[in-house]
């Protein structure tokens, strides 16, 4: 096996290659992608979200950079953290697409059999076919999009998302191993927020780095600020390339933090005692979105009445997501037998 390194901590934010329009876009959406986290942690108290929510507050750079300005038909796999809310964002034509992901989630039929929902549901024509419910899943069942991927023989790529408490799993490794070999057009990310439900992963994987397991699989590894948004997706865009160009798969660790507890209504744990408040201030203090609106003022491409904008509009659209999703009726039983697909 050729000798294949780590690629360490890559140069943060870069020169920030896009447009002002999509760096416009890639802050409205992280803001917006917040916003509908906060109406589902607000939901859940409300009793208006069936089930269970894992927050996504504080790894909106992560999300974002992983998921925006690919091709309609590359395949985005979100992980669990965030209910694939981002990704659906950025894989979404108009912001009026958040009403089927509210709708999703308080259990309406507008969230169900069509819509672009990235956790549950699926829209085979953005790329996007919802997520696994089990941990460890969403590495099987990418290699299984990304072999598709492949053959259809059209430069499609797959990103899958996966958390740092996933490394643990059996089938990590044999998804890897398997794509290594076949080589085939998948980039793997994970989102690494230090804390698998109550376990720290510095007490559950043995090296510092999950990016380390590259080289066995004889792919690059690169470790990024998972709070630079800009570092994120430079990173993403570069592995996508290299896969697009046939040259199998990369690994990208995201160093992040969420600043939320593993799910809503779960205690905040580190093993048996608090998570340290100390650490959560901390990791506050580079909330992603503050990073970026301050980067992108600094550089001229917002201004702040942009920002004041942004807010209201994007606040308006929860609004009015909220208001549609209850306002929609239930679901009918009969669309079940529509929501199988085939890639």
């Not at 109406?39 to 927050?55: C, D, P, R």
């Not at 709708?103 to 819509?115: D, M, P, R």
């Not at 927020?193 to 043995?206: E, G, H, R, T």
């Not at 904008?309 to 659209?317: K, M, P, S, V």
Request: charged share 25%.
């Amino acid at each position: 096996m050729r000798n294949v390194k780590v690629i360490k901590y890559l140069k943060k934010g870069g020169n920030m290659s896009l447009t002002k329009a999509q760096l416009t876009r890639l802050y409205t959406d992280m803001v917006l992608t917040r916003k509908v986290d906060e109406l589902m942690v607000k939901g859940i108290t409300e009793g208006k979200v069936l089930s269970f929510f894992h927050s996504g507050q504080g790894n909106e750079a992560y999300a974002l950079g992983m998921s925006s300005f690919h091709r309609p038909d590359d395949v985005v796999y979100p992980n669990h953290r965030g209910h694939g809310i981002a990704a659906t964002i950025a894989k979404a034509d108009k912001m009026a697409d958040i009403n089927t992901i509210v709708a999703e989630h308080y259990g309406k039929a507008a969230g169900f059999g069509g819509g672009i929902t990235g956790f549950h549901g699926a829209n085979p024509e953005k790329g996007m076919y919802g997520a696994g419910a089990t941990i460890g899943s969403a590495f099987s069942i990418a290699v299984g999009l990304a072999l598709a991927c492949k053959k259809n023989g059209k430069g499609q790529v797959t990103i899958c998302g996966f958390g740092d408490g996933s490394t643990g799993r059996g089938p990590m490794h044999e998804a890897m191993n398997l794509a290594s070999v076949w080589k085939l057009p998948i980039v793997w990310i994970c989102e690494n927020n230090l804390y698998a439900q109550y376990m720290p992963i510095k007490d559950a994987y043995p090296n510092e780095n999950i990016a380390d397991m590259a080289p066995a699989y004889n792919m690059p590894g690169s470790i990024v600020d998972g709070q630079d948004v800009i570092a994120v997706y430079e990173a993403v865009q570069a592995a996508v390339a290299r896969a697009r160009k046939g040259e199998g798969p990369s690994l990208i660790e995201a160093k992040t933090y969420r600043f939320r507890s593993h799910a809503e209504g779960v205690p905040d744990l580190l093993h048996y005692d608090p998570r340290p408040q100390a650490e959560i201030d901390a990791w506050k203090k580079r909330d992603p979105i503050q990073l970026f609106q301050k980067r992108l003022i600094k550089e001229k491409v917002l201004t702040p009445a942009d920002v004041e904008r942004i807010e209201r509009e994007t606040q308006a659209a929860v609004d009015t997501a909220d208001k549609f999703a209850m306002e929609s009726p239930q679901p009918d039983p009969a669309i079940l037998g529509k929501l199988v697909y085939a890639v």
